[in-house]
T-cell receptor, first 115, second 111 residues
Framework: DTGVSQNPRHKITKRGQNVTFRCDPISEHNRLYWYRQTLGQGPEFLTYFQNEAQLEKSRLLSDRFSAERPKGSFSTLEIQRTEQGDSAMYLC?????????????FGPGTRLLVL | LAKTTQPISMDSYEGQEVNITCSHNNIATNDYITWYQQFPSQGPRFIIQGYKTKVTNEVASLFIPADRKSSTLSLPRVSLSDTAVYYCLVGWGQAGTALIFGKGTTLSVSS
């Protein structure tokens, strides 16, 4: 257990529905990352927060995806109008920024299946 | 971020030492080298990180030659529970940089 928690752990939804995932980082960590991982591939970066500011977004993050970190603590990732191609593991990681070589600690992930 | 190349898969037996080599020819001066381990249906788990020479912790050693164009993760006396995917990453020349994962090395340990 790294101290990063994600909920729910599994989500099954029908195409076209909206889903929201939550990530609770390690409490003192100011940086939070979202990644997506499909079967047989390594995780792919989606977006990154420093405190409450969203500083970087991948081109993978289409307009249907939105992420927030309202008070610089937990974060949510929402997918609107889900598509079957959104089926994947969604991973959250956190780190304590400010130094080179900072380590990102990952949560257990939320597995999404879109039917 | 520097691209890394590592073997797709490796096989070993319990009790053996396993060395996984990663090449990163374009590593930048400020880049660190980090290895993660991932079990099925779990998030990646940090194993070890280094900048140069040798780093050792309770689970692994990381060997980095002087030119830093490659690195070797050494797992002593592996067990069945070490069967996992191992990712080599370089980066963090700038703090807050997202990680770029390749496909990793799938290590299979047999009895």
């Amino acid at each position: 257990d790294t101290g990063v928690s994600q909920n729910p752990r599994h989500k099954i939804t029908k195409r076209g529905q909206n889903v929201t995932f939550r990530c609770d980082p390690i409490s003192e960590h100011n940086r939070l990352y979202w990644y997506r991982q499909t079967l047989g591939q390594g995780p792919e970066f989606l977006t990154y927060f420093q405190n409450e500011a969203q500083l970087e977004k991948s081109r993978l993050l289409s307009d249907r995806f939105s992420a927030e970190r309202p008070k610089g603590s937990f974060s949510t990732l929402e997918i609107q109008r889900t598509e079957q191609g959104d089926s994947a593991m969604y991973l959250c990681a956190s780190s304590l920024g400010g130094a080179l070589g900072e380590t990102q600690y990952f949560g257990p992930g939320t597995r999404l299946l879109v039917l | 971020l520097a691209k890394t190349t590592q073997p797709i898969s490796m096989d070993s037996y319990e009790g053996q030492e396993v060395n996984i080599t990663c090449s990163h020819n374009n590593i930048a001066t400020n880049d660190y080298i980090t290895w993660y381990q991932q079990f099925p249906s779990q998030g990646p788990r940090f194993i070890i990180q280094g900048y140069k020479t040798k780093v050792t912790n309770e689970v692994a050693s990381l060997f980095i030659p002087a030119d830093r164009k490659s690195s070797t993760l050494s797992l002593p006396r592996v067990s069945l529970s070490d069967t996992a995917v191992y990712y080599c990453l370089v980066g963090w020349g700038q703090a807050g940089t997202a990680l770029i994962f390749g496909k990793g090395t799938t290590l299979s340990v047999s009895s």
